[in-house]
């Protein structure tokens, strides 16, 4: 069936990266300009609730490892409860959330106030109250889906904090942005383009074979927070069992959970680790688990028949991104094949209020 607004909103993310790539990044540019002249923050607290918090978690990897910025990401709700008083060391928040009104991320913004803290509030509603409390807001730009679900306010919100740490690593000065991170930047809506074609029916066709009940997400950088999204979106849509891991983490321990009637989807890109992961998924194999890769590396999408086989010549740098579509396409399918709504989930709302107090 495919008139789920789920299904439509996972199709329309080239045109929304698009969209921030072209409108949404000069105003991104203004905005630093200002925060960078005013404030010259050094350490950037990321953070968010749910997906939004998995969101933030994408370019955090990025600022720490590709941007030279100091990074943390952290769910607003710790950020509210232990975030200390600037110390000297001109920290900088900033929130991201699609509505803009969850209430923990309200409170972050509310907290980085009280102790004298900047706050960016990145959103998909400059009218919210993070949007209007914050000192920057940013609107990405991508309206707020009607699915209850986050797709494109996820991977662009994830797109848009990214935008804004190389517009701040650019002011720094220090580190010079890798050719190869705006060579993938100008190509990624064409590139989730071409993952949406290529993956669409094979996620479809996996989602439909699957006959696990419990899930076990695997991935590492940022494609560990695309695994967790990936993970939440399955338990979202479809109420299945779902854990997530680090790659190299699952050996110490979760290893011991495996049988016959798991399934491990591995989010394994090509790269300098291909061997190190082939190896591992070879070792989940032979406990008798399913094992369904997500990989554009021929030694592993060769060795496992069941994979979900991504377009060979897509970047490195925007992985965490572009993977999403495979792992959303498939809490997609396995959600209707269950015969669940994925659009109104049951328990959930787009948004939570709750009480939170960041008293110290
Ligand atoms: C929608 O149900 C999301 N999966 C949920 O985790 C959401 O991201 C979270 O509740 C925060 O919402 P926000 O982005 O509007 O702040």
């Given at each position: 069936?495919?008139?789920?607004?789920?299904?439509?909103?996972?199709?329309?993310?080239?045109?929304?990266?698009?969209?921030?790539?072209?409108?949404?990044?000069?105003?991104?540019?203004?905005?630093?300009?200002?925060?960078?002249?005013?404030?010259?923050?050094?350490?950037?607290?990321?953070?968010?609730?749910?997906?939004?918090?998995?969101?933030?978690?994408?370019?955090?990897?990025?600022?720490?490892?590709?941007?030279?910025?100091?990074?943390?990401?952290?769910?607003?709700?710790?950020?509210?409860?232990?975030?200390?008083?600037?110390?000297?060391?001109?920290?900088?928040?900033?929130?991201?959330?699609?509505?803009?009104?969850?209430?923990?991320?309200?409170?972050?913004?509310?907290?980085?106030?009280?102790?004298?803290?900047?706050?960016?509030?990145?959103?998909?509603?400059?009218?919210?109250?993070?949007?209007?409390?914050?000192?920057?807001?940013?609107?990405?730009?991508?309206?707020?889906?009607?699915?209850?679900?986050?797709?494109?306010?996820?991977?662009?919100?994830?797109?848009?904090?990214?935008?804004?740490?190389?517009?701040?690593?650019?002011?720094?000065?220090?580190?010079?942005?890798?050719?190869?991170?705006?060579?993938?930047?100008?190509?990624?809506?064409?590139?989730?383009?071409?993952?949406?074609?290529?993956?669409?029916?094979?996620?479809?066709?996996?989602?439909?074979?699957?006959?696990?009940?419990?899930?076990?997400?695997?991935?590492?950088?940022?494609?560990?927070?695309?695994?967790?999204?990936?993970?939440?979106?399955?338990?979202?849509?479809?109420?299945?069992?779902?854990?997530?891991?680090?790659?190299?983490?699952?050996?110490?321990?979760?290893?011991?959970?495996l049988e016959k009637g798991i399934?491990?989807?591995?989010?394994?890109?090509?790269?300098?680790?291909?061997?190190?992961?082939?190896?591992?998924?070879?070792?989940?194999?032979?406990?008798g688990a399913?094992?369904?890769?997500?990989?554009?590396?021929?030694?592993?999408?060769?060795?496992?028949?069941?994979?979900?086989?991504?377009?060979?010549?897509?970047?490195?740098?925007?992985?965490?991104?572009?993977?999403?579509?495979?792992?959303?396409?498939?809490?997609?399918?396995?959600?209707?094949?269950?015969?669940?709504?994925?659009?109104?989930?049951?328990?959930?709302?787009?948004?939570?209020?709750?009480?939170?107090?960041?008293?110290?």
């Amino acid at each position: 069936m495919d008139s789920h607004h789920m299904l439509q909103e996972i199709r329309e993310q080239p045109q929304a990266l698009g969209r921030i790539l072209a409108d949404t990044r000069p105003r991104i540019r203004a905005m630093v300009r200002a925060a960078w002249n005013t404030y010259h923050p050094s350490m950037f607290f990321l953070t968010g609730c749910g997906s939004s918090y998995y969101a933030a978690m994408i370019p955090a990897h990025y600022y720490t490892y590709s941007l030279g910025l100091n990074a943390l990401a952290l769910p607003s709700s710790e950020f509210v409860w232990y975030a200390p008083a600037p110390d000297g060391s001109s920290p900088i928040l900033v929130s991201l959330s699609r509505s803009g009104r969850t209430s923990e991320s309200v409170e972050a913004i509310r907290k980085a106030r009280r102790v004298g803290m900047p706050s960016i509030a990145v959103t998909s509603d400059p009218a919210s109250t993070m949007s209007e409390e914050c000192d920057y807001s940013l609107d990405t730009g991508v309206t707020s889906e009607e699915s209850v679900i986050m797709t494109k306010t996820f991977t662009g919100g994830a797109l848009s904090v990214t935008l804004l740490g190389i517009e701040f690593s650019k002011a720094q000065g220090t580190n010079p942005i890798p050719q190869r991170f705006e060579d993938e930047l100008g190509n990624l809506p064409e590139d989730m383009h071409r993952v949406v074609s290529a993956v669409d029916e094979q996620a479809k066709a996996r989602a439909e074979a699957a006959k696990a009940k419990r899930f076990i997400y695997l991935g590492s950088g940022g494609n560990y927070a695309s695994c967790l999204e990936g993970a939440l979106k399955l338990r979202e849509t479809s109420y299945a069992a779902s854990e997530c891991y680090h790659t190299m983490e699952f050996r110490h321990g979760p290893f011991a959970e495996l049988e016959k009637g798991i399934q491990v989807i591995s989010v394994a890109p090509k790269g300098k680790h291909a061997r190190e992961q082939l190896a591992l998924l070879k070792e989940i194999a032979a406990t008798g688990a399913n094992v369904l890769p997500i990989s554009n590396e021929p030694t592993v999408t060769e060795t496992f028949e069941d994979s979900i086989i991504m377009p060979e010549s897509i970047g490195n740098e925007l992985a965490p991104i572009l993977y999403m579509a495979p792992l959303q396409l498939f809490a997609y399918y396995y959600a209707v094949k269950n015969g669940r709504n994925p659009d109104e989930p049951r328990n959930l709302t787009k948004f939570v209020t709750t009480e939170i107090n960041s008293q110290t």
